[in-house]
């Protein structure tokens, strides 16, 4: 049996992460967790007031992230994660004994973000937070697993180049 794949779907927020990690669930027929509802509440709190979240908030959160993929890894199912994941030190919390995790980090534009966070309706996280996002954000780096993907565009172009870079496809067979 094939080791479960681990996608984590990361970037700042509006940059097209839970679009485009639904869409690569439902094409892979794979687990699909939105990482922002395992937000504490005091985390959801805190930027609800437009707060940016600390090193010591974020700890228990990407914790409780990795616990979903230890549990979606023990049950053999692939799975795809959503997650900021601004930071290095943040994504090498997920991979810690989990060699498995991939990232596919979303990008777009950065008036294209922010039309999109000053548009939606029904996020805690307010646009004033996306400028201190961009600024913590660090890129992946040659020796991290994973790829980047830009969200401009058709919605279906993008997961069709995603599963491009990522090397599955839409048959792949669920695990």
């Not at 993929?69 to 930071?87: H, I, K, P, Q, Y």
């Not at 989990?98 to 805690?124: K, L, M, N, Q, T």
């Amino acid at each position: 049996m094939p080791e479960p794949q681990l996608i984590v779907v990361m970037g700042v927020s509006g940059s097209g992460k839970t679009t485009l990690a639904e869409g690569l669930s439902q094409r892979l027929h794979w687990a699909f967790q939105e990482g922002d509802s395992l937000h504490p509440a005091a985390n959801v709190e805190k930027m609800s007031r437009g707060e940016p979240l600390t090193d010591e908030d974020r700890w228990p959160w990407l914790d409780a992230l990795g616990g979903w993929l230890d549990e979606r890894a023990r049950a053999g199912t692939s799975a795809v994660l959503t997650c900021s994941a601004l930071r290095r030190s943040y994504r090498d919390r997920l991979r810690d004994g989990r060699p498995g995790v991939r990232f596919c980090h979303v990008v777009a534009p950065a008036d294209a973000i922010r039309d999109r966070v000053e548009s939606r309706r029904g996020h805690y996280m307010p646009a004033s937070l996306l400028p201190s996002q961009l600024a913590t954000l660090e890129s992946l780096e040659p020796d991290e697993p994973g790829v980047t993907v830009c969200a401009e565009g058709d919605p279906e172009a993008v997961l069709d180049d995603a599963l491009r870079r990522l090397g599955l496809s839409s048959g792949e067979v669920s695990v």
